[in-house]
């Protein structure tokens, strides 16, 4: 009987796979994706890995291409077609245009979908605390690109912290400040810290740390309040401000484009940084590839404790980088289908294929089974992925959390990442106004961040005193921050 039930459970399976995937004409999907600088345009016809997932879904995926650098104006006109493609990808789910968008109806409302486990068990596999992050007034409109979470930290080069007598880990903020100290005091033409005109992360990174909120805050009575407000965001400003004064700090750095901040660290002229803790692993093989490195010289931190022991992190992330939307294009009729490709989509099978394309084709394998990427120097497999495989990973979602498979060989860094990763997590600092919307912020936000940012800035570069830094508070507020305030304390209690 039991084995009598299991054919039954096989044939039914099968028949769903089939319903799915074979058809006598592909079921034809256009998707917009943000598209990289290639030095190889993609190949649409005779594509491999196109051809593959058309094998496994029935699905013939049309990419339709838009430059990264104007994918936001893209976005713009795009929407306001008649008939936009079916699947976008929106790199920013809190931009007011995607906001404003879902509540017009522009797409179609996912809240549903992404919990019925029985028809979507990928996509139902999700992160709640992600999806709700990602809603409009409570509604889901997409699915999450999901993301390392939290990822963000600290890096040094620990070859030069010895030189300079510092030849242990970095547990506390003490620890930390005697390393920025100690790096700075290294040369007159060298600094600690590599900060550069983006400076919201490095900003976070040490304010969060301090025990400051992430953006926002839950005060002792339950109500809102902006993270500047908090006694430890000033005291992570004043450490900036101290390392500055000390020179351990490019006086230019506001000035310094991010696109020459890998080059700082490369050149030898500066030894820390608060960013993505994934650059550890770059620089180092940067590094062994062409300055002859073969020690560890970078490395990456892990918790770092404040005086009272506890720990607080800011994630780079909210595990998130954008989300698939579905417009209204895809008729109710064809719904189903186009959650059944998305759901494939987040298999395992799906992300290989979105990530790494096809075996032999666009990725390689050696002999102990770890998956290769080909080297820059062979341009036949290069070419190939590039033509082939181009920026498909941006359809790529993987909210189930699952690692690619084959993986790959990780090297001493590369395995602390995700390590790191999975021990900052539990210290991540979220921001409970992320999935609630203030109109003021919407209309205005943009300019209040700048004010806050600016201000900041001049601070930690002494061109203001603290009652020029409180007086830029009071600006804000005034421009627009108390209403804005107002604002998230009213979706916030009525969430509650």
Same mark, same amino acid.
């Given at each position: 009987m039991k084995k009598l039930a299991a054919l039954f459970l096989s044939l039914a399976m099968l028949l769903s796979m089939m319903s799915f995937a074979a058809a006598d004409e592909p079921f034809e999907i256009t998707v917009m994706l $943000? +598209?990289?600088?290639?030095?190889?345009?993609?190949?649409?016809?005779?594509?491999?890995?196109?051809?593959?997932?058309?094998?496994?879904?029935?699905?013939?995926?049309? $990419?339709?291409?838009?430059?990264?650098?104007?994918?936001?104006?893209?976005?713009?006109?795009?929407?306001?077609?008649?008939?936009?493609?079916?699947?976008?990808? %929106?790199?920013?789910?809190?931009?007011?245009?995607?906001?404003?968008?879902?509540?017009?109806? %522009?797409?179609?409302?996912?809240?549903?979908?992404?919990?019925?486990? +029985?028809?979507?068990?990928?996509?139902?596999?999700?992160?709640?605390?992600?999806?709700?992050?990602?809603?409009?007034?409570?509604?889901?409109y997409g699915i999450y690109r999901s993301r390392v979470f939290?990822?963000?930290?600290?890096?040094?080069?620990?070859?030069?912290?010895k030189e300079v007598g510092f030849d242990r880990e970095v547990t506390t903020l003490a620890d930390l400040t005697e390393l920025a100290e100690k790096l700075a005091g290294y040369s007159a033409d060298t600094y600690a810290l590599n900060m550069c005109s983006y400076t919201a992360g490095t900003i976070s990174v040490i304010t969060v740390a301090h025990g400051a909120p992430n953006n926002w805050g839950v005060d002792e009575n339950g109500n809102i309040y902006p993270a500047h407000l908090s006694p430890a965001y000033l005291e992570g400003l004043n450490w900036l401000r101290h390392l500055y004064e000390i020179g351990g700090i490019d006086p230019n750095?506001?000035?310094?484009?991010?696109?020459?901040?890998?080059?700082?660290?490369?050149?030898?002229?500066?030894?820390?940084?608060?960013?993505?803790?994934?650059?550890?692993?770059?620089?180092?093989?940067?590094?062994?590839?062409?300055?002859?490195?073969?020690?560890?010289?970078?490395?990456?931190?892990?918790?770092? %404790?404040?005086?009272?022991?506890?720990?607080?992190?800011?994630?780079?992330?909210?595990?998130?980088?954008?989300?698939?939307?579905?417009?209204?294009?895809?008729?109710?009729?064809?719904?189903?289908?186009?959650?059944?490709?998305?759901?494939?989509?987040?298999?395992?099978e799906g992300a290989t294929m979105l990530n790494c394309g096809v075996q032999d084709v666009t990725y390689w394998l050696d002999a102990d089974g770890f998956r290769i990427t080909p080297s820059a120097e062979d341009v036949e497999k290069t070419n190939a992925t590039k033509m082939y495989l181009h920026d498909l990973n941006q359809l790529g979602m993987q909210v189930t959390g699952n690692p690619i498979k084959p993986a790959l060989k990780l090297t001493t860094l590369r395995q602390r990442y995700e390590d790191l990763n999975v021990e900052l997590a539990p210290y991540a600092v979220l921001d409970p106004c992320y999935p609630l919307v203030s109109e003021t912020n919407v209309a205005f936000g943009t300019q209040l961040t700048q004010i806050l940012t600016d201000a900041a800035v001049q601070y930690i570069a002494g061109q203001i005193d603290e009652a020029g830094l409180r007086a830029a508070w009071e600006d804000w507020a005034a421009q627009g921050g108390e209403l804005m305030t107002s604002e998230y304390n009213e979706a916030y209690h009525a969430a509650q």
């Open positions: $943000p +598209e990289f600088p290639a030095e190889v345009d993609f190949v649409a016809e005779n594509n491999p890995v196109l051809d593959a997932i058309q094998a496994a879904t029935g699905v013939k995926l049309v $990419p339709i291409w838009g430059p990264n650098s104007t994918y936001t104006d893209l976005l713009n006109t795009t929407l306001a077609d008649k008939n936009p493609p079916m699947l976008i990808a %929106a790199t920013d789910a809190r931009n007011p245009l995607i906001i404003n968008s879902a509540r017009a109806g %522009a797409f179609h409302d996912l809240t549903e979908v992404v919990k019925d486990a +029985e028809n979507y068990p990928n996509l139902a596999a999700g992160n709640e605390k992600i999806y709700n992050n990602i809603s409009v007034d409570g509604r889901v939290p990822r963000g930290g600290i890096y040094y080069r620990k070859d030069i912290a750095f506001a000035q310094i484009s991010t696109s020459e901040w890998d080059n700082i660290e490369r050149t030898g002229k500066a030894f820390m940084r608060f960013d993505c803790l994934d650059n550890t692993h770059r620089q180092q093989e940067w590094f062994e590839k062409n300055a002859g490195v073969t020690d560890l010289i970078w490395w990456s931190v892990g918790p770092v %404790a404040k005086e009272d022991g506890s720990i607080t992190v800011w994630p780079q992330n909210p595990g998130f980088n954008g989300e698939i939307l579905i417009t209204k294009s895809v008729s109710d009729a064809d719904l189903p289908k186009v959650l059944k490709f998305l759901d494939w989509c987040n298999s395992d």
